[in-house]
């Protein structure tokens, strides 16, 4: 298994893991169980985050089964819940650093192929992504549904997240989680 920055012959297969995975394309059944993702990409969403540095992918036996997306508040302002989100962010203090919209990017989402879950690929695909932001931010905040506990708890059982916020939009309640990029999610 390795971990790599996403190239564009990969965005083909990123956009089938994404379809397989989004919300409205799942039972709730499916949704509870399984987890789900919520926000979807266009291929020219994808390019810009690949010209980013921003798209990682975990793959084994050359066939890509997960990626994860992370990048500035500038490019998620494209969905309305991240400015949302930063706002009310802004100022509040976390392991030393005080979050603005210049020290802190959003991380996510993150999908991985069932079959691949409960594996090393979840955290190795993290520790990709974050080796790739560390020099740029202190801080990755990320945002999960809160009918999404499998997401909750891979986050920070798995991977130490801490809540520093919760709140709604939408009609949905959502938690927003930091970590820091200096720390390895391996041991």
């Given at each position: 298994m390795i971990t790599r920055l996403a190239a564009k012959s990969d965005i083909h297969t990123i956009i089938l893991i994404q379809e397989m995975n989004?919300?409205?394309?799942?039972?709730?059944?499916?949704?509870?169980?399984?987890?789900f993702v919520?926000?979807?990409?266009?291929?020219?969403?994808?390019?810009?985050?690949?010209?980013d540095h921003g798209l990682f992918v975990v793959e084994s036996d050359d066939q890509v089964h997960g990626y994860t997306a992370a990048a500035n508040w500038?490019?998620?302002?494209?969905?309305?819940i991240n400015p949302f989100m930063i706002t009310r962010l802004v100022g509040t203090r976390f392991?030393?650093?005080i979050i603005s919209e210049h020290n802190s990017f959003q991380y996510g989402p993150v999908c991985i192929d069932e079959h691949m879950r409960g594996t090393q690929a979840f955290p190795r695909?993290?520790?990709?992504m974050r080796l790739e932001m560390c020099p740029r931010f202190p801080v990755g905040i990320?945002?999960?549904?809160k009918a999404n506990e499998r997401s909750y708890r891979a986050h920070t059982r798995r991977l130490g997240m801490k809540v520093v916020d919760e709140f709604q939009y939408g009609?949905?309640?959502?938690?927003s989680l930091a970590f820091d990029t200096a720390v390895s999610v391996l041991q």
């Open positions: 989004l919300f409205d394309n799942l039972s709730r059944l499916e949704r509870e169980q399984n987890g919520t926000t979807p990409f266009t291929i020219h969403q994808l390019k810009r985050l690949i010209a500038e490019y998620f302002a494209q969905w309305p392991r030393g650093v695909l993290f520790e990709e990320t945002f999960i549904n009609g949905r309640e959502y938690y």
